[in-house]
């Protein structure tokens, strides 16, 4: 799109039909957003004297930030080394729009700080601290949204076992531990640790004990919980996506069914719910 097509777009903003300004608004969002161009005008006419002009570039550019942030969570479904944390606050925040990332960080923030004086620079440690802290797993049904959310997990002390695995990971990171998130079938999620990180890619090494959350924060050696399943950080986040979506359905909000469906799928938001979803929510001939 050239600037001048671009400007002439800007100046349809200030329409008085609602839809011309609206479409308007649906090209200018399809003119590459990160681009040198876009930014220095948008960043002019955010603060114009004009309020029509000044709200709808708001609008523009809000849109643009959900767009990019659905876009960086498709990204972690796909990258084995995802930042699994960073991956759950966009997610939350994608569920609970009201919520930003410095709300996310500062509850994250406290439980570090926190952590601190207990030193849980061990897999024992980690589990007292978090057992300290009253982290628990959450017994209700998938309805239950809040328990996948990271936000409402680190305020609430209530998760299901994947949020809790995932928060136990990460506090140990902070504290020079490695690890990945597991699966068992007798114990649901937890975390298994190493004192250090495998440089091969065929294969990796594991050395030292799981955790589950489910267990008490108990700890186990890795031969009495056989069979166990690694999970790399990009399923744990499209698994706990999925479950979000599932709560969506059950609860009938469309909002939310599309907006998931096109992150798991990797779709743009304005495609319809029949090209993402099988039947009946979608296309019945999508299998």
């Known amino acids: 799109m050239s600037n001048k097509k671009l400007q002439s777009l800007i100046a349809l903003l200030r329409d008085e039909d609602k839809n011309i300004s609206s479409v308007a608004m649906s090209k200018i ?27 709808k570039i708001h609008q523009i550019q809000a849109i643009q930030r959900v767009r990019r942030r659905r876009g960086n969570l498709s990204k972690k479904f796909v990258e084995r080394t995802s ?34 004086k207990h030193a849980p620079r061990t897999p024992s440690r980690v589990a007292d601290y978090l057992k300290t802290q009253n982290f628990t797993t959450s017994s209700s049904s998938v309805r239950d949204s809040d328990s996948y959310c990271i936000l409402a997990v680190l305020e609430d002390r209530i998760g299901t076992d994947v949020i809790l695995a995932a928060v136990a990971l990460e506090l140990a990171r902070v504290f020079g531990m490695f690890g990945s998130i597991v699966y068992s079938e007798n114990y649901g999620f937890g975390v298994i640790y190493s004192n250090h990180q ?24 890795p031969e009495d919980v056989l069979p166990f399943k690694v999970w790399s950080n990009s399923k744990v986040l499209k698994y706990i996506t999925s479950m ?43 299998k």
């Open 83 to 116: 930042n699994l944390l960073q991956g759950l606050s966009d997610l939350n925040i994608i569920w609970y729009d009201e919520y930003t990332n410095p709300n996310i960080s500062k509850l994250w923030n406290k439980l570090i700080f926190d952590a601190i």
């Open 198 to 221: 495998s440089n091969s890619r065929k294969k990796e090494q594991y050395f030292g004990e799981i955790l589950f959350p489910s267990a008490n924060w108990k700890l186990f050696k």
């Open 29 to 55: 969002l399809e003119y590459k957003n990160d681009s040198k161009e876009m930014n220095i005008i948008m960043a002019e006419l955010q603060e114009s004297p004009e309020p029509t002009i000044r709200r």
């Open 244 to 286: 979000l979506l599932v709560s969506a359905i059950a609860s009938d909000e469309p909002r939310y069914i599309q907006i998931l469906g096109t992150c798991l799928t990797n779709r743009k938001i304005t495609d319809s719910l029949c090209d993402i979803l099988p039947y009946p929510l979608g296309n019945k001939d999508i």
